[in-house]
């Protein structure tokens, strides 16, 4: 069952709130990958579902009720504009092919606003304006930055809840952060490095040993030191791969070494790939560490769309017991124990 964050009692589920025939604003984590249209005003296509395959819990439990669906949420970083490739219409057109008849209202993408990004109060007041809401349901796991849409907005709702993927993320995600089974082992890979490395401290404090691979090393190798140098007992939880002499990939030796670590490890938790895998050539390193998640009788959980693509690509997502659907937000849970989302509510 899905739990809330520890000493959240204050933290409503959707089954906890009354949503029979009441004007309900959904925020749900819309930023799917699109396939551009090869012929101009074609529309542009869907090509992974995931993220609104997360929702349909959530949204099938408003419609049996019979409320009033009104969805939100981004798409891409149109920076402020509209960009028309960037419009959330093949969104809207999925909703209505899963739910018939049921009336659902997807907003334009927020971010052609540069005022959602900005958490502009007026924003987030005519939001809810417009479209008078009686319940504010968060179900963007994924969605942590301090944006309008996930701080402002539901403070000036009546009633806010969490939706059920929402509180299935928590709930998984909460057996990293609660008496986990040791030792507890972080594998961070990928390329965004400033969001990453920002956080290793924070993990470190909850990990055993951070493993950090990936393309993000050579970028950021001297940060790295840095942060190792300026806390006590950060140098030996720290253990940097070695990588191969194009920096596309981690050495060999250095992914055997990190899957001795994920086989003998209790809790695992990895975001990011050890190299540019999807190239064909450099995906060594994060085949290495993929098959060793898979096969590890620790607890596991997975985040982050290129951590998951390459599982998939693999056949090995099935063996992960969590796939978070937001692998930044994942690491941001897991170092600060909150998000800003809840930080906003709590009051």
């Not at 409320?67 to 209505?96: C, M, N, Y």
């Not at 140098?235 to 191969?244: H, V, Y």
Request: avoid cysteine; hydrophobic fraction near 40%.
């Amino acid at each position: 069952m899905s739990r809330k964050p520890e000493g959240a009692g204050w933290l409503r589920m959707i089954r906890e709130v009354d949503v029979m025939h009441k004007n309900v604003l959904v925020r749900l984590d819309l930023d799917v990958p699109l396939e551009k249209p090869k012929i101009k005003n074609q529309k542009s296509k869907i090509t992974d579902e995931s993220r609104l395959i997360n929702s349909l819990q959530t949204i099938q439990y408003l419609v049996d009720r019979q409320a009033k669906i009104t969805i939100i949420g981004h798409l891409g970083r149109p920076h402020g504009k509209r960009v028309e490739r960037l419009s959330l219409q093949p969104v809207t057109d999925w909703f209505e092919i899963k739910f018939p008849g049921a009336g659902i209202k997807v907003e334009e993408n927020l971010r052609f606003d540069p005022r959602e990004e900005a958490n502009s109060p007026t924003f987030a007041q005519n939001i809810v304006r417009r479209l008078s809401p009686d319940v504010y349901v968060f179900d963007a796991f994924g969605s942590y930055r301090p944006h309008a849409s996930v701080i402002s907005v539901p403070k000036l709702v009546p009633t806010v809840a969490i939706g059920f993927r929402f509180a299935a993320e928590i709930s998984h995600l909460s057996k990293v952060l609660e008496n986990p089974k040791k030792p507890v082992i972080f594998i961070i890979g990928g390329v965004k490095a400033d969001t990453k490395i920002s956080l290793i401290p924070k993990l470190a404090e909850r990990a055993d040993e951070v493993l950090a691979g990936g393309l993000l090393v050579r970028r950021v190798q001297e940060s790295i030191k840095k942060y190792k140098k300026a806390q006590e007992g950060y140098d030996s939880k720290l253990q940097i791969a070695e990588l191969r002499p194009d920096g596309l990939d981690i050495t060999e030796e250095s992914a055997r070494m990190f899957a001795d670590k994920i086989l003998s490890a209790g809790t695992v938790v990895w975001n990011g790939p050890m190299g540019k895998f999807e190239d064909g050539k450099h995906s060594v390193g994060t085949e290495i560490i993929a098959r060793a998640v898979n096969e590890t009788k620790a607890y596991t959980v997975v985040g982050g769309g290129d951590t998951e693509t390459a599982l998939t690509e693999l056949g090995l997502e099935n063996g992960i017991d969590w796939i978070s659907s937001g692998g930044g937000a994942m690491l941001y849970y897991l170092a600060h124990g909150t998000l800003p989302f809840l930080e906003a509510i709590k009051n």
